[in-house]
């Protein structure tokens, strides 16, 4: 499994369970990176790191995590990620759910903050929430 783009690699992915299917959607890691480069010029040109903590679940990965029926992980096109920025230190700063969101507006469809985490994906139509 190799890269996708320059920040994202298919094994970033792929279900968290033992099947290891990948079924992501290169239209969400090319909007992702287009989001890491947009965040990175907004940092003036600082370091973005995008951590993708859920990214394809098979079905029956998802029911023992908890996620919907419906749920976009399944269908390839949804990623749960955390994001941070390299400070001046050489230490990286988390950039807030709430931020995130803000600049992935335009890019992606299906948006919902949380307090460590958020969730983008491109279902094809504008959903907006928090958990």
């Given at each position: 499994?190799?890269?996708i783009?320059?920040?994202?690699?298919?094994?970033?992915?792929?279900?968290?369970?033992?099947?290891?299917?990948?079924?992501?959607?290169?239209?969400?890691?090319?909007?992702?990176?287009?989001?890491?480069?947009?965040?990175?010029?907004?940092?003036?040109?600082?370091?973005?790191?995008?951590?993708?903590t859920?990214?394809?679940?098979?079905?029956?990965?998802?029911?023992?995590?908890?996620?919907?029926?419906?749920?976009?992980?399944?269908?390839?096109?949804?990623?749960?990620?955390?994001?941070?920025?390299?400070?001046?230190?050489?230490?990286?700063?988390?950039?807030?759910?709430?931020?995130?969101?803000?600049?992935?507006?335009?890019?992606?469809?299906?948006?919902?903050?949380?307090?460590?985490?958020?969730?983008?994906?491109?279902?094809?139509?504008?959903?907006?929430?928090?958990?």
């Amino acid at each position: 499994m190799g890269d996708i783009t320059k920040n994202f690699s298919a094994s970033e992915f792929t279900c968290k369970c033992p099947c290891k299917v990948d079924g992501v959607k290169h239209e969400l890691v090319h909007k992702l990176q287009q989001l890491v480069d947009e965040i990175e010029d907004a940092y003036g040109g600082r370091r973005v790191k995008c951590v993708i903590t859920s990214g394809f679940r098979c079905a029956e990965h998802n029911r023992r995590v908890g996620g919907s029926k419906n749920s976009r992980h399944v269908k390839g096109d949804a990623a749960d990620t955390k994001w941070y920025v390299l400070n001046d230190y050489d230490n990286w700063d988390r950039i807030e759910p709430i931020e995130v969101a803000q600049r992935a507006d335009a890019l992606f469809d299906g948006i919902g903050t949380y307090s460590t985490f958020t969730h983008l994906d491109t279902r094809g139509y504008k959903a907006r929430w928090s958990g």
